[in-house]
């Protein structure tokens, strides 16, 4: 379980983190999910303990990564969004070197090295340079290396950018498989769509500020189909017609919106009107994943 | 459990192909010129060591001359000896013998006309000086096996306890003495048989006049050692003499006797401590340096020590003066460049902290540089071993070995540093000119700085050349790279 608690962290005078605050919990896979510079890359190496914050604290299985930084490691793995290594190594040595700082021996080691390295598909390039990896296989290897301690938890950063449909393929089933086996994963993005499918929750971040929580599948229906209604009045008596009709959600004193219509818009209008419901407005409305994401950036922006 | 990262860092500093080559260059160097000083060995003819007890006999006009003569290692010289004397520069005795470690001769010197003649007959001379304090030199050359040396029987008028009834002359060559300030050391005494013990004296003179410290405390042109002056724990029994290790180096018949030494630069204070035991008819003479503070005499074979030492300390001086840029190289690799790249985020997700890695990467560095100094250091004491057949003892070994190391693992330590602090290229450009201010500049400020305020002290001009040196000896308290110095100081004083 990773828990993410109040965390803040300033680049100078630019506010990469602003208290930031939300958990992955076990046998889930959580998307985080922000523009360009919302602060994801920046939380994931906080999580992960290669970057201090200014304020608050990341726990891993209850490890704190401030104060028991070498513990919290042991439980978490890593596969950055451009991982840079000591391009001189050799995969497998540059394997066994990082082993060795979880306490294996060379020889035991190389045998998970080799073993590792095939699962993730890079058993023909064990002794290959990194320097000759491409970035596909730069994250299989981290990967790999992530695995050295069998983590129960995961930080999947950008991990399908510059990949392959196979790789693409290859990290999605590889997070549904962990979320089967009880780890938890959290798997950033800057596409909602990438973590359709593999994410059980969705967090949002905006400008270092998390604008919202939201599991996939109210994820998925605030996306779905549906239609605005601008009325003279809501009551209970219009919440009840629309109710026939679909899913109604009030959206303010004059304007309800119909998810999931199961009717044409002439016949769900023709009702109201006959019941001497002036209609003034309206509107039918399809959003697509990402357009509920930018919705939300645009609801923060003017929240701000 | 950070052990194996340790050992995959020094394996991989260690096995890079440029540390490789500089480590094989200074290898190639070091057997090189352990190759050129054999070669110096093989074709400089070196003095033999040489026991000798030469007696002119003035009413006989007979020479007598016992000797054993030993080659650097002290082993017993076979072979053919060539004997020469030359008085005041005429030829006098010239022969020709077989010798298996030790001679004895007995010819008659021929009087001719050269000899006899007022300015250089030794031998009539010598009778005279008996009577009346007179100074004579026999110059004689003593070739074995095609090297040559010139030996001198030298008289003083220092040699002032003449006895008429004295019928012979006996001259005594120790084994050489060498000392800093001295060139030429003769040593002189009577022996009169009726008394043998309280007409004992010893004769140490130095030459060059400069101060010669005797058991007697005088250090005149010539000083007399009574032998009542021995200290308590010498006694006079020969077993006991040389337990305390006196070297046995002769027996003269009764008479006057000297010894001639030319001694080297190595020294810095010693005196000569000389025992004399009597028998009925002949002498026993003991010799021992006395070593005082830090100084010791050397033998022959020290010398030859002395100069492979000197080459060590050469070879050594070039390897703490260009390897350190391994070292500089290695903060590079392990730190500056990954930090610049990011690479070390990485590392630095496993469960270690920031602090563990570089220290990791310190003490990888660290026992690179340890090992490329033991490889040249091994590579170098074998080839000396080999090649010139000279051990030098563990204590130096241990001195050279540790400023080696110690040097490069300051110089590293700084860069190490500089790494921690800066990256990539800044790193690169900043060390290297540490590197060139340390190695090539520092001297050459300190010089300019000491006789800038050495001037304005109104120092004496004589006086300047040495409290430069002093300060730069100072200076390198503070210079990682020139830290190697201070064990020459002390490989030197224990020369």
């Known amino acids: 379980m990773i828990v993410i608690d109040s965390v803040s962290k300033r680049f100078r005078k630019t506010v990469a983190l602003d208290n930031v605050s939300f958990e992955v919990r076990n046998s889930e896979v959580v998307g985080y999910v922000g523009l360009n510079g919302a602060g994801k890359t920046t939380t994931i190496r906080i999580a992960v303990g290669v970057l201090p914050p200014d304020k608050g604290d990341v726990y891993i299985d209850g490890y704190s990564v401030l104060r028991d930084k070498k513990r919290a490691s042991m439980f978490i793995g890593w596969v950055p969004e451009l991982p840079i290594y000591e391009m001189d190594f050799r995969a497998l040595d540059y394997f066994v070197y990082l082993a060795g700082y979880y306490g294996l021996s060379v020889g035991e080691a190389r045998e998970l090295g080799r073993k590792l390295l095939d699962e993730v598909g890079l058993g023909d390039a064990l002794n290959k340079k990194l320097a000759e990896f491409s970035q596909g296989m730069k994250k299989r290897f981290a990967l790999a290396v992530s695995m050295i301690n069998n983590p129960p938890n995961f930080l999947f950063d950008e991990v399908l950018n510059g990949l392959d449909p196979q790789g693409i393929a290859f990290f999605r089933e590889l997070a549904v498989k962990f979320r089967r086996e009880g780890r938890a994963v959290l798997f950033s993005s800057h596409i909602l769509s990438e973590v359709e499918g593999i994410g059980d929750r969705v967090v949002f971040i905006h400008r270092g500020k998390i604008i919202g929580v939201y599991t996939m599948d109210e994820i998925r229906y605030r996306a779905s189909p549906a239609i605005e209604i601008n009325l003279s009045k809501i009551d209970r008596d219009v919440f009840n017609i629309l109710s026939k009709y679909g899913e109604p959600e009030v959206l303010n004193n004059n304007k309800v919106i119909l998810r999931k219509p199961r009717s044409d818009t002439e016949v769900i209008l023709s009702e109201l009107v006959s019941r001497g419901i002036g209609v003034r407005e309206v509107k039918r409305v399809e959003k697509s994943l990402e357009e509920f994401f930018f919705s939300l950036v645009k609801e923060a922006e003017e929240g701000r | ?495």
């Open chain 2, 1 to 495: 459990m950070i052990l194996t990262p340790v050992l995959h860092d020094f394996k991989r500093g260690m096995l890079r192909l440029s540390t490789l080559i500089i480590l094989a260059l200074f290898i190639a160097g070091g057997l090189g010129l352990t190759y050129l000083l054999r070669y110096q060995f093989l074709t400089t003819a070196t003095p033999l060591n040489r026991v000798q007890i030469v007696s002119i006999d003035p009413s006989e006009e007979k020479l007598y001359l016992e000797m054993y003569v030993f080659d650097e290692q002290l082993n017993k010289v076979k072979g053919d000896l060539r004997f020469t004397i030359i008085c005041n520069g005429e030829t006098v005795v010239e022969m020709m013998k077989s010798i298996d470690g030790y001679i004895k001769i007995v010819d008659r010197i021929p009087r001719d006309t050269s000899i006899t003649s007022s300015r250089c007959s030794a031998l009539t001379q010598l009778t005279a000086s008996m009577s009346y304090l007179y100074s004579y030199t026999v110059l004689y050359n003593l070739s074995v096996n095609g090297k040559t040396i010139l030996c001198s029987i030298e008289g003083a008028s220092t040699i002032s306890l003449i006895n008429r009834s004295t019928n012979s002359l006996a001259g005594l060559a120790t084994l050489k003495i060498f000392r800093r300030d001295a060139e030429l050391i003769v040593i002189g005494g009577i022996y009169t048989p009726a008394n043998p013990y309280a007409e004992f004296d010893i004769y140490v003179k130095n030459i060059s006049a400069t101060s010669l410290q005797t058991l007697a405390g005088r250090s005149s042109g010539s000083t007399s050692l009574g032998v009542g002056s021995l200290p308590q724990y010498v006694s006079i029994s020969a077993k006991d003499l040389e337990k305390l290790g006196f070297i046995r180096i002769g027996r003269v018949k009764q008479g006057i006797f000297n010894s001639t030494s030319e001694p080297n630069i190595y020294m810095n204070t010693s005196y000569l401590q000389i025992v004399i035991v009597s028998s009925t008819q002949d002498i026993d003479i003991y010799s021992k340096p006395i070593v005082i503070s830090v100084s010791k005499v050397l033998k022959e074979v020290d010398v030859r020590i002395a100069r492979v030492l000197n080459t060590m300390i050469s070879l050594i001086g070039t390897f703490t003066t260009f390897f350190p840029i391994v070292g500089l190289y290695l903060a590079y690799i392990y730190i500056a460049k990954p930090r610049s790249q990011g690479a070390l985020e990485f590392l630095l997700a496993r469960p270690v902290t920031r602090f563990e890695i570089y220290m990791t990467r310190a003490l990888a560095g660290m026992i690179t540089l340890v090992a490329a100094s033991a490889l040249f250091f091994i590579s170098t004491t074998i080839s000396t071993n080999a090649m010139l057949q000279v051990s030098l003892d563990i204590n130096s070994l241990a001195v050279l070995f540790l400023g080696l190391t110690i040097s490069l693992l300051a110089f590293y330590s700084l860069c190490y540093f500089l790494s921690t602090v800066i990256s990539g290229g800044k790193y690169l450009a900043l060390s290297i000119t540490i590197y060139l201010i340390f190695t090539f500049i520092w001297q050459i400020v300190i010089a300019i700085i000491s006789i800038t305020t050495l001037r304005l002290q109104q120092v004496e001009p004589v006086k300047i050349v040495e409290e430069m040196a002093r300060n730069q000896y100072r200076s390198y308290y503070f210079n990682p790279i020139q830290l190697s110095n201070f064990y020459q100081f002390y490989t030197q004083e224990n020369m």
